[in-house]
């Protein structure tokens, strides 16, 4: 099992012509956390090559590198990374364009199991974007999301994108939710407020699969935060709330 620790004073590209070997096809996890790398045109040409050389890849944390340049061709790579159960991308500063065409490939994924978006500007557009594609997976294939973990925290969903969010906890016309396998939800800091927190809890009163949801932040007012408390005594309702 192999793990790659990237810091700031290794180049990422002389790191993937290293890797073009034989021993690459065993590389299984990569982390390039805190390298602040600002990323050039080359840079992301290099983690692509990276990636599709890299069949056996389980896990990849890229936190704290810019992804506004050539994200459509890194996000593009991902496909060629058939076990990736792990994608973790913190301050990439995806924004709304990114992060929209990130969720929209999510579901040629059968096997991502957490997903890591914190501090990246994600907006509700995101969100919207996100449901459509689980759904049109789920209609298409008959098959739920895998995913188990997922973290949205600190970014600026609001009520709109807590709303949408929720869409995805809820059993619609007999079929189970695209997302009712999940058990982590990180949604802190995203100022989802009193009406986020209640749609939440609505769509929480049929899900008994989660097990820890993350709030904190979030100006829930007594309103919402009595609407939460309701669901969760429910015997049916999630079971872990850890703040």
Do not use: W
Request: with cysteine.
């Amino acid at each position: 099992f192999v793990y790659i620790y990237v810091f700031i004073y290794i180049h990422i590209c002389q790191l993937a012509e290293a890797l073009r070997t034989p021993g690459a096809a065993r590389l299984q996890s990569i982390k390039l956390g805190e390298s602040a790398f600002p990323l050039s045109s080359r840079v992301p040409r290099a983690m692509c090559s990276l990636i599709r050389s890299s069949p056996s890849l389980t896990s990849l944390d890229m936190t704290h590198d810019s992804l506004k340049s050539g994200f459509g061709a890194f996000f593009s790579a991902l496909a060629n990374a058939p076990k990736l159960s792990r994608l973790v991308l913190t301050k990439c500063a995806l924004g709304a364009e990114a992060g929209a065409d990130l969720v929209s490939r999510l579901p040629d994924s059968s096997v991502l199991q957490h997903l890591g978006l914190r501090h990246n500007e994600l907006s509700p557009s995101v969100a919207e974007s996100f449901v459509f594609s689980l759904r049109d997976r789920v209609a298409s294939t008959g098959v739920m999301s895998p995913l188990t973990s997922l973290d949205l925290s600190c970014n600026l969903l609001g009520p709109e994108g807590c709303a949408v969010i929720a869409v995805l906890l809820r059993a619609n016309d007999g079929h189970a939710a695209p997302l009712a396998l999940l058990k982590y939800l990180n949604l802190s800091e995203n100022q989802i407020r009193q009406r986020g927190c209640t749609e939440l809890a609505e769509a929480l009163r049929e899900n008994a699969s989660l097990q820890t949801l993350c709030l904190h932040s979030n100006a829930l007012q007594a309103g919402g935060a009595t609407a939460l408390a309701e669901t969760l005594l429910l015997p049916t309702s999630a079971g872990a709330l850890t703040s």
